[in-house]
C-alpha cells in the first residue's frame, strides 16, 4: 500500500473547491500535485488558495506524469468519459462527479476501459457515503420494513433552472436536465439501498416546457445564475416523471427543475409489508411500524456527516490499496442504463424493456 498518493484536479469550479479539494487536503495520504482547468485563471487561484500544487490548463500535458497516481474529473459532463479515459490508459485512478457521462454508451465505454486497464474507476454518487443513507439501508438489509416493493421519489422544485442558457440547459453538453442533473442522485440512492436491482422496464416523460421562452422566465433563484446566457440555448428536461420496473421494489419519481407548483418536495419513500420510511434528502428520515397493535413513528437521532468528504477520502484510501469501493462504476453505471430509458422512452412514447 502506497504512504502517499498524488492527485490532480481536473475542473476547478464550485465541486472541486467545496468537496474534492478540501477532502484531499484534509487526507494525510493525499497530495495535490496539480490544479487543472481551461481558464488558466481558476486553476492559479486555486494554488493560491491552497498553498500548493501546480496550475495546467490542458489535462493532457500531465498523463504521462509517473508520480500521479489519480485524478479527480470536475468538469463539464460533456467531458467525463473524455477525460476520464484518457487517465486511465494513461495508468491513473479516476474519480469522476455525476453523471458517469452524457449517455448511456460513453458510460459503457467507460467502464469497459476501467475493466481492460485494471484502474479504479468511482463515480460521484456521493448519497453512498451518507450516514442517513447508510442508516435506512441497514434497516432495509435488516428485514425491519420487511419486502420493500415500492419506492417513491421526489425531487421537485418551483423555478429554479440553473443557468438558463449555458452548459447546464445545453444537451450537447450536459446530456439533460432535471433528470440527469437531480435526478442521478436520487435513482442511485435508491439502487444503492435496495441492493443495486437490475431494471426490467421504464417508462417516462420528459418535459422542456418552462424554460423554452428563456426571455421571459421569471424565477425566485437560479443556482450558477452567473452562466446563464439568455441567447443560448434550451434543449433538455426541465421536468420528468416515470415508472421503474426492477427485479427489487418498483420504482415511480417525479421530479423538476421548474414546475408552477410552489411546494418543493424533495424525499424518497421506501414502501414495505411490515414498515416504511420517508427520508427527507440531505437529511434525516421517519420510521414506521407496526409493534404490539400499535402504529409507530420514530424519528432517529443519529451523527450526520459530510458525505462528499468521505466520498473522496475513501476513493484516496482505495488508490492506495488499489481496491474499488460502492461508488464503483460497475454499480453506479445501473442509474445510467436507467436514466438513458427514461430518456428513450419518453422521445419514442413507449416503454422500454431491458
Known sequence: MKDTIRVAVIGCGNIANSAHIPAYIASPHAEIKY????????????????????AVTDYRTILDDPELDAVSVCTHNDMHSVIAIDFMRHGKDVLCEKPAARVLSEAVEMERVSLETDRILSIGVCNRYSNAVNQIKALIDSGALGDVYHVYVSFRAYRSIPGIGGDFT????????????????????????????????VSGEAFCELGRDMQNYVYTH?????????????????????????????????????????????????????????????GGFTLYTV??????????????????????LDFAECVRSHTRNRNDIGKAILTSRIMQAVYDSSEAHREIVF
Not at 481551461?38 to 488558495?49: F, H, L, Q, R
Not at 424525499?267 to 440531505?282: C, N, P, Q, V
Open 222 to 282: 437560479m443556482w450558477s445564475e452567473n452562466t446563464k446566457d439568455l441567447g443560448g440555448t434550451y434543449d433538455v428536461d426541465d421536468s420528468v416523471t416515470g415508472l421503474i420496473r426492477t427485479k427489487g421494489p418498483t420504482i415511480t419519481f417525479n421530479g423538476a427543475w421548474a414546475e408552477n407548483i410552489d411546494e418543493p418536495g424533495t424525499y424518497i419513500d421506501f414502501i414495505g409489508t411490515k414498515g416504511g420510511i420517508r427520508h427527507e434528502y440531505l
Open 291 to 312: 409493534q404490539n397493535g400499535m402504529l409507530c413513528r420514530t424519528q432517529p437521532s443519529f451523527r450526520s456527516n459530510d458525505m462528499h468528504r468521505d466520498e473522496v
Open 35 to 54: 490544479f487543472c482547468d481551461i481558464i488558466e485563471e481558476k486553476a492559479v487561484a486555486c494554488v493560491e488558495k491552497y498553498g500548493c500544487g501546480t
Open 170 to 201: 445545453t444537451k450537447a453538453v450536459s446530456g439533460g436536465g432535471a433528470l440527469i442533473d437531480w435526478g442521478v442522485h436520487y435513482l442511485d440512492l435508491v439502487e444503492y439501498v435496495c441492493g443495486d436491482p437490475e431494471p426490467i422496464t
